[in-house]
């Protein structure tokens, strides 16, 4: 069975530290990996795709296989970063083809 | 139009009502879901249609009957719900049923409360 785990439920950083949310997953076949956001009041927001290895609002990610992992990533925290991540795998095959499974979420928060 | 669109954003019924949650997107998306969330959990997995067919149940109760009457929209139909069933209901949509392409794109909710 596919498994997302974040291991930290709370993290707090300073503005223009570096932050990183860890994230490892459990999944049989070659998974397909999301970075979600969640502020305050706003509905689930896509942040990062593992297949566009794009940067956006300064966050990357990487997936590294051997240690499945997919851990996001910013140089310099800002306090409009503070929100929910949720890290999520989708499964590309089998009976689950197209669920979408979320680990426990991370709240971040930036001071000032 | 980008956008996941739910109707109602809250809902207030009894535990002997029938009400519907509705779900509409015009992005030409095959793939629809429903998502149950509680507070500060993540969404859980409740139902995936994919090309106007249900494809998972991840169990849900049988007072929750999905309906997906075209490709456009999703319906949830709510009977018999007990107060435990209390909770912000997620509708998304993907491009094709793994959101390889451009990921999930996800609702604003309906804020479930049972009396």
């Known amino acids: ?112 | 139009d980008t956008e996941v669109t739910q109707t109602p954003k809250h809902l207030v019924m009894g535990m002997t009502n029938k009400k519907s949650l509705k779900c509409e997107q015009h992005m030409g998306h095959r793939a629809m879901y429903w998502y149950k969330q509680k507070a500060k959990k993540p969404p859980e997995l409740m139902f995936v249609y994919s090309y106007e067919k249900l494809s998972i149940n991840e169990s849900v109760p049988s007072r929750f009957s999905p309906e997906c009457p075209n490709s456009s929209l999703l319906n949830l139909h709510l009977h018999a719900l007990q107060p435990e069933d209390s909770a912000l209901y997620l509708c998304a949509s993907s491009q094709v049923p793994t959101g390889e392409s451009y990921g999930y794109t996800f609702g604003s909710g309906t804020r479930l409360t049972v009396v």
Not at chain 1, 41 to 58: D, N, P, V, Y
């Open chain 1, 1 to 112: 069975a596919q498994r997302v785990t974040q291991p930290e439920k709370l993290l707090s950083v300073f503005k223009g530290a570096p932050v990183e949310l860890k994230c490892n997953y459990s999944y049989s076949g070659s998974p397909e990996l999301f970075w979600y956001v969640q502020y305050s009041r706003q509905r689930l927001q896509l942040l990062l795709r593992h297949i566009s290895r794009e940067s956006i609002k300064g966050f990357t990610a990487d997936l590294n296989k051997g240690e499945t992992s997919f851990h996001l990533k910013k140089p310099f925290a800002q306090e409009e970063d503070s929100a929910m991540y949720y890290c999520a795998l989708s499964n590309a095959g089998g009976t689950s083809y197209g669920k979408l499974t979320f680990g426990q979420g991370t709240i971040l928060t930036v001071h000032p």
